[in-house]
């Protein structure tokens, strides 16, 4: 692992990563203001949750971009493990949002 911590390797990875960060955010500015503009409607709340994950990934990204710019690995394992539980969450958030939209609609669950 210690390769990838070694110039030019870390400084690429860096701006990569730095590069889907920015790509994740402005999906997320874009879902946020498309639940936004989407309030009282029942597909609102999963956009948010949508966007709350593509937060997250942006987050993490910039977060593991640092850490190969200044060589931290302990900034790789945080972001690991704060990607993990978000989106464990956000998954667990969707499914519940999707059944109570199947329920409203007179759906069967099964």
Do not use: H
């Amino acid at each position: 692992m210690d390769v990838l911590f070694q110039p030019p390797i870390d400084r690429i990875l860096a701006g990569i990563l730095l590069s889907i960060a920015g790509l994740f955010f402005s999906l997320c500015i874009r879902r946020f203001v498309f639940a936004y503009r989407r309030t009282g409607d029942l597909s609102s709340a999963q956009w948010f949750v949508r966007a709350i994950r593509c937060l997250i990934i942006a987050l993490t990204a910039a977060a593991w971009s640092a850490g190969f710019f200044w060589n931290q690995s302990w900034l790789l394992i945080i972001g690991l493990i704060i990607l993990c539980q978000e989106l464990y969450e956000g998954a667990i958030l969707g499914a519940a949002l999707r059944t109570g939209r199947k329920i409203e609609k007179g759906e069967t669950l099964l």
